[in-house]
């Protein structure tokens, strides 16, 4: 099993990472990560990305994905979607060396990266629980440019839950890409919807991966934190709002 998390700044994916392991023993994550790759070469990076930052880190995250099967058990930061997402927004901007022919340059590659993950867990920004914007000196905490990665990151994830081949995707070979929101408990109650005690994904094998009663907490859940505006998929809350997951 290959998970990725993936989220705008300051949404928690690292300490999901950190519980997600404690959960999981399983499981384990690299210590390097793309963090490091821009300490090493001495990056640019968020706002002030280059073409010579995303392509480094996008080198970098293939690498790792390439090193494990579906038989190890290891979750990542982050992935290329992350990467691309970035480049994107920079060349949008055009504040940077970053181009219309440096995206397509890269695009195949992350297309093609995504075979390599079982499952993304996607970590959106959300009406309530939201996380304190920190600064850390390698986040860029500018609140506009959280929430404008934020919103790529959501139109990826619109991108695939319409099921077709995509710029992103292909259609019958790609990772699961899960929400998962609410406070650290819930997040961890939200992945184990979808993995065994084992740590791995369920099938057809196994019992149903979401139950009715689940998919309806789930529903109200997403409705609660406001990733959907679908009331009638959230008439009431089945195990109390503020009660959550025991």
């Keep these: 099993m290959r998970i990725s998390v993936t989220g705008t700044a300051c949404q928690g994916k690292s300490t999901f990472v950190k519980d997600f392991v404690k959960y999981w023993p399983s499981y384990s994550t690299p210590e390097k990560t793309y963090r490091d790759v821009i300490k090493e070469k001495n990056h640019k990076h968020s706002q002030q990305t280059t073409k010579d930052t995303q ?5 970098f995250m293939i690498d790792e ?21 970035y480049s994107i927004w920079a060349c949008a901007k055009q504040e940077s060396d970053i181009d219309t022919e440096f995206i397509e340059k890269c695009m195949p590659l992350v297309k093609e990266s995504m075979k390599f993950l079982d499952i993304i867990f996607f970590t959106p920004i959300t009406k309530v629980a939201k996380v304190e914007l920190k600064d850390d000196d390698m986040r860029d905490v500018d609140p506009v440019f959280v929430e404008e990665i934020d919103h790529l990151l959501k139109a990826i994830k619109k991108d695939w839950d319409q099921n077709h081949d995509s710029k992103f995707f292909e259609h019958d070979d790609r990772p699961a ?15 184990k919807l979808y993995l065994d005690a084992d740590g791995d994904c369920m099938g057809e094998t196994d019992s149903p991966l979401v139950t009715e009663e689940e998919l309806r907490e789930m529903e109200y859940y997403k409705y609660k ?4 505006d679908d009331k009638t998929k ?9 009660g959550g997951y025991q």
Aim: hydrophobic share 40%; with cysteine.
């Design 225 to 228: 934190f406001g990733i959907s």
């Design 55 to 59: 392509w480094d880190i996008l080198n």
């Design 234 to 242: 959230a008439l009431n809350d089945p195990k109390g709002l503020d």
């Design 65 to 85: 994905q390439m090193k494990y099967s579906r038989e190890d058990y290891v979750i990542f930061d982050r992935c290329p979607l992350d990467n691309i997402v």
């Design 177 to 191: 890409m899960i929400d998962i929101f609410g406070n650290p408990n819930e997040r961890i109650q939200i992945a």
